[in-house]
T-cell receptor, first 116, second 115 residues
Framework: GAVVSQHPSWVICKSGTSVKIECRSL??????MFWYRQFPKQSLMLMAT?????????EQGVEKDKFLINHASLTLSTLTVTSAHPEDSSFYIC????????????FGNGTRLTVT | SQELEQSPQSLIVQEGKNLTINCTSS?????LYWYKQKYGEGLIFLMM?????EEKSHEKITAKLDEKKQQSSLHITASQPSHAGIYLC???????????????FGKGTLLTVNP
């Protein structure tokens, strides 16, 4: 069964609005979660590493103020796309290692964001 | 340039045929993962390889990591329509270390299996 849950699966929003995407680890604690972005026919690009109780670590070229990450609990990380623009339309996927210490990286089902 | 090169980019095979997908890097692969993705969905973990020369199998899928840890292959035997999807290799190429290393991904291989 799924070990990482992501919500919503898809969302459509208007330009200028903000959208929040949730990523939950199911039945295990994830002190670290990863947010990826995927364009059509492209590979996954790591956006940031979400750290529970501290600031997220962003990859080069990713705007911190644009993509707000909050990891307030050991089972939940959120990605908020602020002041969304059409170019932010993409597929966003979160992931976490778990539930065991030697478990592989598991992914959520992703969120399809369309900004109109 | 892409740090992880996958080939081929797409592949169409007849049901029952064998196929191989490759994942190559100029850097050492400290942890190599294979995933399967349906378009617009999340990634399903297939296998993880860490040691040079390691080989793992699950049902009709076999993954290998070469001795130099710079190339991996995914082999599907007697393919079925259910094998269709996008296959992605991901690896820790920066030797991030620890238990939460970052993965870099290839662009994926789109596999179509015709009945």
């Amino acid at each position: 069964g799924a070990v990482v849950s992501q919500h919503p699966s898809w969302v459509i929003c208007k330009s200028g609005t903000s959208v929040k995407i949730e990523c939950r680890s199911l039945d295990f604690q994830a002190t670290t979660m990863f947010w990826y972005r995927q364009f059509p026919k492209q590979s996954l690009m790591l956006m940031a590493t979400s750290n529970e109780g501290s600031k997220a670590t962003y990859e080069q070229g990713v705007e911190k103020d644009k993509f707000l990450i909050n990891h307030a609990s050991l089972t939940l990380s959120t990605l908020t796309v602020t002041s969304a623009h059409p170019e932010d339309s993409s597929f966003y996927i979160c992931s976490a290692f778990g539930p065991l210490s030697n478990s592989p990286l598991h992914f959520g089902n992703g969120t399809r964001l369309t900004v109109t | 340039s892409q740090e992880l090169e996958q080939s081929p980019q797409s592949l169409i095979v007849q049901e029952g045929k064998n196929l191989t997908i490759n994942c190559t890097s100029s850097k050492t692969l400290y942890g190599l993962y294979w995933y399967k993705q349906k378009y617009g969905e999340g990634l399903i973990f297939l296998m993880m390889l860490q040691k040079g020369g390691e080989e793992k199998s699950h049902e009709k899928i076999t993954a290998k990591l070469d001795e130099k840890k710079q190339q991996s292959s995914l082999h599907i035997t007697a393919s079925q329509p259910s094998h269709a999807g996008i296959y992605l290799c991901g690896a820790d190429i920066k030797n991030s270390g620890g238990s939460n290393y970052k993965l870099t991904f290839g662009k994926g291989t789109l596999l179509t299996v015709n009945p």
